[in-house]
């Protein structure tokens, strides 16, 4: 398995609260990206980095910010959880070279926002 | 019109068969395509993937390209029950590294 771990793996937060889940990678690739995951849905890119402090915007950007301030971490924040937020999150990597587009997935982070 | 399209499923075949999985997808510039397997509750899972017009192939996995008429497919030979999952087919539209996933076709080995 690609070097990738995400914390925490469970989450239950309530309605209104901050939450931040944490990719880590060991694999020093340059490309990291958070998606969500939802029946009906599929898999859906919220933001990704291509490179530190190098950030921007997917699909389903609303309600969620990052940062990387370390090539191996990249932070996802939902400013002010909501129910909607519900999911499973994902996060990939990817070396981002030329010819090497390919990203591999973390185990997810379940979330759930009551 | 979705960007990458995937029939549902579930598609059932017996032990030993092949299983075809296909995908289309609707942006001609599209450059590179992936297939990833997601077991029930796991992470997606990259299992192959094609840059150019043509098949590929790994062990029981083949990928075809067509470009011309916009459709990737992944063939699965002497299926397994192991086999059983979600397969994801994903495209990157351009250079930028952001993939776009269809919503998967579910497929079941029956022993």
């Known amino acids: 398995d690609a070097g990738i771990t995400q914390s925490p793996r469970h989450k239950v937060t309530e309605t209104g609260t901050p939450v931040t889940l944490r990719c880590h990678q060991t694999?020093?690739?340059?490309?990291m990206y958070w998606y969500r995951q939802d029946p009906g849905h599929g898999l859906r890119l919220i933001h990704y980095?291509?490179?530190?402090?190098?950030?921007d915007k997917g699909e389903v950007s609303d309600g969620y910010s990052v940062s990387r301030s370390k090539t191996e971490d990249f932070l996802l924040t939902l400013e002010s959880a909501t129910s909607s937020q519900t999911s499973v999150y994902f996060c990939?990597?990817?070396?981002?070279?030329?010819?090497?587009?390919?990203?591999?997935f973390g185990p997810g982070t379940r979330l759930t926002v009551t | 019109q979705k960007e990458v399209e995937q029939n549902s499923g579930p598609l059932s075949v017996p032990e030993g068969a092949i299983a075809s999985l296909n995908c289309t997808y609707s942006?001609?510039?599209?450059?590179?395509f992936f297939w990833y397997r997601q077991y029930s509750g796991k992470s997606p899972e990259l299992i192959m993937s094609?840059?150019?017009?043509g098949d590929k192939e790994d062990g029981r996995f083949t990928a075809q390209l067509n470009k011309a008429s916009q459709y990737v497919s992944l063939l699965i030979r002497d299926s397994q029950p192991s086999d059983s999952a979600t397969y994801l087919c994903?495209?990157?539209?351009?250079?930028?590294?952001?993939?776009?996933f269809g919503g998967g076709t579910r497929l079941m080995v029956k022993p």
């Open positions: 990939a990597i990817s070396p981002g070279d030329r010819g090497s587009y390919e990203q591999y």
């Open positions: 694999e020093n690739h340059r490309y």
């Open positions: 980095s291509y490179g530190v402090k190098d950030t």
């Open positions: 942006d001609r510039g599209s450059q590179s």
């Open positions: 094609i840059y150019s017009n």
């Open positions: 994903a495209v990157i539209k351009y250079a930028g590294n952001m993939l776009t």
